[in-house]
């Protein structure tokens, strides 16, 4: 059975920085495209950033580039997401996923979810 596991979610301040984990157990890891991404209280759910199965191709959205990092140790089963220069509205609830996934910003071609962990930035 997959199954994925956020953690190092907290409450931060504006600026500060936070570093997400997910740990993926079932299926080989390396497998996959690993993705992330939030929603936040009355907003739809939105891509944050991805990492293919090397590592060597990752993607991000507008809004979070030059302060995030994805990246991904395949030995660990885990994909990590470095959260730098947080702002307020990067508040939300931040999802792991995970597939085979075509075009990684699609949160529809990923298979598996986990359940969340949540971000605050305070102003």
């Known amino acids: 059975q997959e199954q994925l596991v956020e953690s190092g979610g907290g409450l931060v301040q504006a600026g500060g920085s936070l570093r997400l984990s997910c740990a993926k157990s079932g299926r080989t890891f390396s497998f996959y495209t690993m993705g992330w991404f939030r929603q936040a209280p009355g907003k739809e759910r939105e891509f944050v950033a991805a990492?293919?199965?090397?590592?060597?191709?990752?993607y991000y959205a507008d809004s979070v580039k030059g302060r995030f990092t994805i990246s991904r140790d395949n030995a660990k089963n885990t994909v990590y997401l470095q959260m730098n220069s947080l702002k307020p509205e990067d508040t939300a609830v931040y999802y792991c996923a995970s597939g085979s996934v075509p075009n990684p910003p699609k949160s529809g071609e990923y298979s598996y979810w986990g359940q969340g962990t949540q971000v605050t930035v305070s102003a």
């Open positions: 990492i293919r199965l090397s590592g060597a191709n990752t």
